[in-house]
């Protein structure tokens, strides 16, 4: 068992504190929204997570966690404190580390022992020595910095870090080693899961990673705008070259562009720190480059078939920039309103989770609605951002009944084309054969 602090409770910092406080570990976790931390100790779960509700009334009702705004507190009560902290991008794409950096200032002169702290927040390379730097000037005592990034996706966070792919530890201290090795030993199932490497290459691999993943969602994508062109359909070509074991079949699937709280900004911050470094990333600049304009592929789509917008009525399924979140941080649905509405179109919009998130957002300048087919009385199209798994099977015939002509622009591929062809809609998706 290991005491631990989590500074920060947003999506990385509560999932990471009611984990490990799954695993028999005692956690405090601090905030400085004294309003938030009240709502943490009464049970409310700030975030839509599937599965973190469950565990992390469980482990209130146990004690193994618990919320405060004390920081002073909370670092003399822990032995490892994990820096959960914001890392916004800047206007020229930079991550600002000024949280971080904040949080590290306080930290020196608050040690009295020897204490293991941990980069838990997405950095650029670097940020492990600009924090142990920080944290110096200030302290008395011997610690360390260790850079653990998390590989988390919003949807399947708590699978993730209960089962993760593998966990990076970042430093070259062997107390901090021990110490980190002992904390994820029962996440880990092999050796193999657990790599140790020095802090700015685990600072590195977290950006490549999304970068990388982001590249193969982009390169699929070209390739769908590409197929619907010269006629070929990009779920065979997706099923022939994810056949090839160098390849894998995961994230092949195209679409209208990739969004959420880590790509845009990561790839962002990538550049930006190549740029610093003396380094131009052409691959990922152009990755970047072609997924602002898939974002709005989906908008350009309802323009070529209807030409004049304005007066135009749309039902939009999909607020969140994936389905299983209520994340609308570069969703495309929000460039995809935002092009309708210049064009003069009413937009009615339904989503299971992310509604209130977007209506905080942009306001009114949409109408929400509860019900998924509701949104659909008198609109002229259906389109579809997010693939939640509630639109998979939908009542076609109440569909038809209530669009005035059955008419459907897909940004995910939800629906087969065969299926669409059977019952006579309008069927316009990406990188495959237009259904008329």
Request: hydrophobic residues 40%.
């Amino acid at each position: 068992m290991k005491k631990i602090a989590v500074i920060g409770t947003g999506y990385v910092g509560l999932v990471t504190g009611t984990c490990f406080a799954e695993t028999g570990n005692e956690v405090i976790c601090v905030d400085i929204d004294s309003d938030k931390v009240d709502l943490l100790k009464k049970g409310v779960v700030p975030i839509y997570e599937p599965h973190l509700d469950a565990i992390f009334h469980r482990n209130i009702k146990s004690n193994r966690i618990s919320f405060t705004t004390d920081l002073e507190m909370a670092v003399d009560f822990a032995e490892i404190i994990f820096l959960a902290l914001p890392t916004p991008p800047g206007e020229d794409g930079s991550a600002d580390l000024s949280y971080v950096l904040a949080v590290a200032d306080q930290l020196g002169s608050m040690m009295k022992e020897f204490k293991v702290i941990v980069d838990k927040s997405t950095v650029p390379v670097g940020t492990s020595e600009r924090v142990k730097n920080k944290i110096a000037e200030k302290a008395s005592v011997q610690f360390a910095v260790v850079s653990n990034p998390e590989f988390l996706r919003e949807g399947f966070a708590v699978d993730d870090f209960l089962n993760p792919d593998r966990v990076v530890i970042g430093t070259e201290n062997s107390r901090a080693i021990q110490i980190m090795t002992e904390l994820y030993q029962p996440f880990v199932t092999d050796d193999h899961r657990l790599i140790v490497m020095d802090e700015k290459s685990a600072e590195l691999t977290k950006y490549a990673a999304n970068a990388f993943l982001a590249t193969k969602i982009t390169f699929m994508n070209e390739v769908a705008n590409f197929c619907e062109l010269v006629g070929a359909d990009v779920d065979k070509v997706r099923l022939g070259i994810g056949s090839d074991s160098r390849i894998g079949h995961k994230f092949l699937y195209p679409g209208i562009g990739f969004g959420g709280s880590c790509f845009p900004k990561d790839v962002n911050a990538l550049v930006r720190s190549g740029n610093d470094a003396g380094y131009s990333f052409e691959v990922i600049k152009s990755v970047l480059k072609v997924n602002d304009k898939q974002k709005v592929r989906l908008y350009e789509k309802v323009k070529n078939h209807y030409n004049d917008l304005k007066g135009k009525r749309f039902a939009l399924w999909g607020l969140a920039f994936k389905p299983d979140t209520d994340d609308i941080r570069e969703a495309s649905s929000l460039y995809i309103i935002d092009e309708l509405v210049k064009a003069g179109a009413e937009v009615v919009a339904f989503d299971p989770e992310a509604m209130s998130n977007v209506k905080r957002q942009i306001g009114d300048i949409i109408t929400y609605s509860d019900n998924q087919y509701d949104v659909l009385d008198g609109c002229d199209a259906l389109l579809i951002a997010t693939e939640w798994s509630v639109f998979r099977n939908p009542d076609f015939d109440k569909m038809k009944l209530k669009l005035k002509k059955p008419v459907i622009f897909d940004g995910r591929n939800i629906f087969s084309t065969e299926q669409m062809v059977d019952l006579g809609f309008y069927y316009n998706s990406i990188g495959r054969d237009l259904i008329k």
